[in-house]
């Protein structure tokens, strides 16, 4: 495929991923679909911070492959090729990685590509999927469709193993536009070394664990503010984690053999149970 397919994109190649072509592909001072989300803030697995320190050249926790995304990897044909089945009229191709023509630093590795954008994905659970395309990978998919210049994108979605969906993505230019606003901004806060604020998620915990590169036993001497910032945040947690147990008891005594904790229509909880009945764990509900 050629880049005078797309309206805006050329294409930079088709790389294998995990090579030395793909990294530098995908890497520098660029961003691509799937780190637009992390500069939205609407990311499940990175945010602006970890982002920062990455474009940075910094230490980030290393990606582990989960089952969830083993298995994602594995149906992702299969998903790919039940869409082409099901629109015949479709002439579609894979493809590689592109940049946009007037932004280089703006980047999509779109799954499939005709005159229009498809995009393949698999969920464990249909939740987040009942509402219509989950944020992030929206955000992902206009980022695509601004950086190659086209207006829709298909999506094709597997569930749970067995429940398979599409759905429908128009290119939207105001939050194009917000999206290239916010990357130039994010961009230009790597080129000056102005970190992001940390924030309370693991995410951010995990990327300043890994940033030492060494050990010195030594004394750090911290700010008085900071340090009781901590003390009482640490014996907050320790009666919240109580509170919440003691809620946990009660909420699977009400329980009983059931599985579902509702409230009308709402789900709260459900238990996971052995054979024999014995309950596993109470998870919240998703």
């Known amino acids: 495929m050629s880049a005078a397919d797309t309206p805006t994109g050329v294409l930079l190649g088709t790389f294998t991923p995990g090579t030395p072509e793909w990294e530098e592909a995908r890497g520098g001072l660029c961003i691509t ?23 940075s050249g910094l230490r980030v926790p290393p990606f582990v492959v989960t089952p969830q995304i083993e298995w994602g990897n594995r149906l992702e044909p ?13 002439v579609l191709t894979q493809t590689g990685t592109w940049r946009h023509q007037d932004r280089p630093w703006q980047r ?37 469709l601004d950086t190659l210049g086209l207006d829709l994108c298909h999506v094709a979605v597997l569930i749970a193993g067995h429940d398979y969906r599409e759905y429908v993505v128009e ?4 939050d194009a536009e917000t999206m290239r606003a916010a990357a130039e901004e994010f961009l230009a806060m790597v080129r000056d070394g102005r970190r992001p604020d940390i924030d309370d998620s ?6 300043i664990r890994v940033q030492p590169d060494r050990y010195d036993a030594i004394d750090v001497e911290i700010p008085d503010n900071l ?20 809620a946990k008891s009660l909420l699977l005594d009400a329980l009983g053999n059931g599985r579902n904790a509702v409230v009308g229509d709402q789900r709260i909880a459900y238990r996971t149970a052995r054979e024999d009945g014995s309950t596993i764990a109470l998870q919240p509900a998703r």
């Open 171 to 174: 290119y939207d230019a105001t």
């Open 33 to 55: 679909a799937t780190e637009i989300a992390a500069v939205m803030g609407c990311s499940p697995w990175s945010n602006r911070f970890t982002l920062w320190h990455k474009k």
């Open 78 to 90: 299969s998903v790919g090729a039940k869409f082409t089945e099901e629109h015949p009229e479709l």
């Open 202 to 207: 693991e995410i951010t915990y995990n990327t």
């Open 227 to 246: 340090a009781e910032l901590y003390v009482t945040r640490r014996e907050y947690a320790k009666a919240a984690d109580a509170e919440y147990t003691e």
């Open 108 to 144: 999509a590795t779109p799954d499939l590509l005709g005159h229009e954008l498809v995009e393949i994905k698999t969920s464990p659970v249909a939740l987040e999927w009942d509402q219509g395309v989950p944020l992030h990978y929206y955000c992902q998919i206009q980022w695509q």
